[in-house]
């Protein structure tokens, strides 16, 4: 029997964000989806126990970068803190890991649905011009 390959981390956090997505049973890795994951976030927050917290928080961030990376063209990778999240449009890196950590947290005011929903405004945004004025 040949050896199994080595899964990268990449095929590790998207084999994680189908198995979210089949758990939950939604239909797919998108808006609807991230809806669906809110609500699920909301009703964890006051009976997630801290040692489950981390597994799910890592879990649902999967879940959340992966319909990042398939609505809005984004590409996993690592921030330049050594964090991992998708990249979008050349100029954004959003850490699903700690938006739903902040849903978790903070409540509505922290919604990873809002924030997914901003994305396409944020994307149109033209880049912040420099300031000359910093040497």
């Known amino acids: 029997m040949p050896d199994e390959p080595t899964p ?3 095929d590790s956090i998207t084999a994680a964000a189908e198995q979210v997505r089949q758990q939950l049973k939604l239909k797919a890795f998108d808006a609807e989806g991230v809806a669906h994951l809110d609500n699920f976030i909301r009703a964890q927050r006051g009976i997630l126990g801290p040692a489950e917290r981390p597994g799910v928080v890592m879990a649902l961030g999967c879940f959340l970068g992966q319909c990042l990376v398939e609505v809005y063209g984004g590409e996993w990778g690592t921030g ?16 699903p890991f700690y938006l ?10 922290a919604s990873v649905a809002a924030f997914f929903a901003s994305v396409p405004q944020r994307l149109k945004s033209p880049p912040a011009a420099r300031k000359a004025w910093i040497s």
Do not use: H, I, M
């Open 80 to 95: 330049k803190d050594r964090t991992t999240g998708v990249g979008l449009g050349g100029r954004f890196f959003f850490n």
């Open 100 to 109: 739903v950590d902040a849903q978790l947290n903070e409540g509505e005011s």
């Open 8 to 10: 990268t981390p990449l």
